[in-house]
């Protein structure tokens, strides 16, 4: 799988980007994680070689200013840093920023248990069922 | 290699594709071979679920996530029987007159467009939502609308028994949408017009189209293509290229007609778009009720169209600017949440075309030109101040930062919401009304097709779709280009005689 070898730096990510995200069990970061893995399934091998290697230069970068890598900040700095490259001058790390940002954002919204927790409620039969 | 033979052969299903099968109905009725090629696959009923990510891979290009060359903007276009309109949300605008005018396109009148327009405005059923089927999302716009000093018109939508699923954007589940896929399509099936679906179009080589036809994968929605997966060698008398904006253009590009027409590519506009968020104190009808019932048309003045719109968790959640507890904080107001799309109507610059890769692959450059970024920031201005005057407790700016703006803040919005702030890679925009690649005009030298979307130089090869708006329509578009694609056929119908010769000699 394409997560495997960065899989503990994606979740703190996540978990990050989406709080609530901490509190998933195995089987939750399975369906997110799946979701993701499936999106990116199609897309081009450089695509997903890039991926790979922007997570794993978000591991090590913190390094330079903290001594430690992403995985073992804490929460106010792991934030801190990936505001940092949400504004970077670089449109290049913006733009990987938002591309992994959007990617989480799929993986833990798009399941439905999250849908429902944030009380999404939208279904096939519409008004009759939200007037019953 | 498998051989088959048509008269003529259109490629792509959606609001383009479809008027023309339909309008060449009759052809088929009398002998002609005519073929619709769709590179997606045709979903049965039940297959629309409505989840957010099954649906957005079943129907969109790329999921739903095809980006310019950039990055910096997400272009939506379907792929599937049917096309975008199977995943539009059924407003029904005939082009201004000022904007068809402003073309200037020899032969093209907007009396005829209006035509054309009302003729498909008839056949599917387009009509003003009843009162009592608007949500409450819509009834705030209004209500915002007024106190805030602009005038909300009510979109004609073409729905047939809409039960208010909210789903519009991820597929009717209750096929009350009338799209293509429902009403000309189907129409035209019955005439005696054939269709291939999965059949991508490699390229056109002279009268003939080079397609491939692939197996569904495993667990993949949608019936099986019509034919054996493989490749195919169609021969036909007359194409009609009708695969949307970024399709026809790729598929043009590809089969090597960009050194004979210059202006292929070029002229690319997609009113790019921001998703504005606001809450409320209370919960709101929101995620019920057809989504898109109003508009704030200000085009015309400031370059910016307001839609009444309700996206899903992880659409919403991607379009709000930045992350962690703030981010999770407004998406757990899910239910209190109202939604505006701000749409800008950028115009054809020279930056902004479309190309092919290596691979062939279609390739959009986009670049944000001053005024377009102008538009958006006064869209949201006045998006803001709408969702003020509405009641909202808080209004999410992308181009403001922080994106919060509180109620205290409704007398700063000027100041708070800006062009500085508008940082691509930062905020999410993204654009549906994909136009432009196969401008219509006089001649090679300034555009791709003439007015009936003919091809300059080749009488057998035309184009239906989006692609030849020379420039930005400035409103939802598939009307529009139901009215030029019915053009293209009644050219075809008109010309049967000497572009087909007598009917049968395809076979």
């Known amino acids: 799988m394409l997560l495997d070898p960065v899989r503990a730096t994606f979740r703190a990510i996540a978990a990050t980007v989406v709080p609530e995200a901490s509190a998933l069990d195995d089987g939750g970061w399975g369906a997110l994680e799946a979701l993701v893995e499936k999106t990116l399934e199609p897309r081009p091998a450089s695509v997903k070689r890039q991926l790979v290697l922007f997570i794993r230069t978000i591991e090590h970068l913190p390094r330079l200013r903290w001594g430690r890598g992403f995985s073992a900040l804490t929460p106010d700095e792991r934030t801190r840093f990936l505001s940092g490259l949400e504004r970077a001058p670089s449109l290049l790390l913006r733009r990987g920023f938002w591309g992994l940002r959007t990617l989480v954002f799929l993986g833990y919204y798009a399941r439905p248990e999250a849908a429902a927790a944030i009380g999404y409620r939208a279904e096939a039969r519409g008004w009759e069922a939200r007037r019953a | 290699m498998n051989t088959r033979a048509y008269d003529v052969v259109v490629i792509g299903s959606g609001a383009g594709g479809g008027a023309v099968a339909s309008g060449l109905a009759p052809l088929a009725r009398g002998g002609y071979r005519i073929l619709v090629v769709e590179q997606g696959a045709r979903l049965r009923d039940e297959e629309f679920t409505g989840k957010e990510a099954e649906m957005a891979d079943a129907l969109y290009e790329d999921g739903g996530g095809f980006l310019t060359a950039d990055g910096a903007m997400t272009l939506a276009f379907g792929r599937v029987w049917g096309g975008s309109t199977v995943v539009y949300t059924g407003t029904s605008l005939v082009a201004p007159k000022r904007v068809i005018d402003g073309w200037r396109v020899p032969g093209l009148t907007h009396a005829d467009v209006e035509r054309r327009s009302r003729k498909f405005m008839d056949e599917n059923g387009v009509h003003f939502l009843e009162p009592d089927l608007l949500n409450e999302n819509n009834r705030l716009f209004v209500e915002g609308c007024e106190k805030a000093g602009f005038r909300a018109e009510q979109f004609p939508l073409n729905l047939r028994g809409c039960k208010g699923s909210s789903l519009c954007n991820l597929g009717c589940p209750n096929q009350a949408k009338q799209g293509t ?33 692939s197996a569904p994968a495993p667990g993949e929605k949608g019936e099986p293509s019509e034919w054996a997966p493989g490749e195919y060698v169609v021969s036909a008398k007359v194409i009609v290229a009708a695969g949307g904006s970024i399709g026809t253009t790729a598929l043009l590009l590809r089969s090597g007609l960009g050194p004979s027409l210059p202006r292929l590519g070029a002229g690319f506009t997609c009113h790019p778009a921001h998703i504005l968020v606001a809450e409320h104190g209370r919960p709101i009808t929101n995620d019920v009720g057809h989504p898109k019932s109003f508009f704030l048309d200000r085009a015309a003045e400031d370059g910016y169209v307001l839609e009444t719109c309700m996206y899903f968790p992880f659409i919403t959640a991607k379009n709000l600017t930045g992350f962690g507890a703030p981010h999770a904080t407004l998406m757990r107001a899910f239910p209190r949440l109202q939604m505006i799309l701000v749409l800008a109507c950028d115009k054809a610059v020279p930056q902004n075309r479309i190309s092919v890769d290596a691979d062939g692959k279609a390739v959009v450059r986009y670049a944000f030109t001053k005024e377009t970024v102008a538009s958006l920031v006064k869209a949201t201005r006045a998006a803001a101040r709408i969702f003020f005057a509405a009641g909202a407790l808080r209004v999410h700016a992308p181009s403001a930062d922080p994106p919060l703006l509180e109620r205290a803040e409704a007398g700063a919005i000027d100041a708070r919401v800006s062009e500085r702030h508008f940082r691509t890679g930062r905020i999410s925009v993204s654009a549906a009304h994909l136009m432009g690649g196969c401008g219509m005009g006089s001649s090679a030298a300034d555009s791709v097709t003439d007015s009936w979307g003919r091809v300059h130089g080749r009488p057998g090869l035309f ?45």
């Open chain 2, 181 to 213: 896929h429902r009403v000309q399509l189907p129409a035209a099936l019955a005439d005696g017009v054939e269709a291939v679906t999965r059949a991508e179009a490699l390229r056109i080589d002279g009268t003939r189209v080079i397609l491939r036809v």
């Open chain 2, 463 to 507: 184009v239906a779709d989006s692609s030849l708006f020379p420039d930005s329509l400035e409103i939802n578009p598939y009307l529009t280009v139901m009215a030029v694609a019915d053009r293209a056929a009644e050219r075809i119908r008109e010309d049967a005689g000497a572009l087909l010769g007598a009917p049968g000699s395809a076979r």
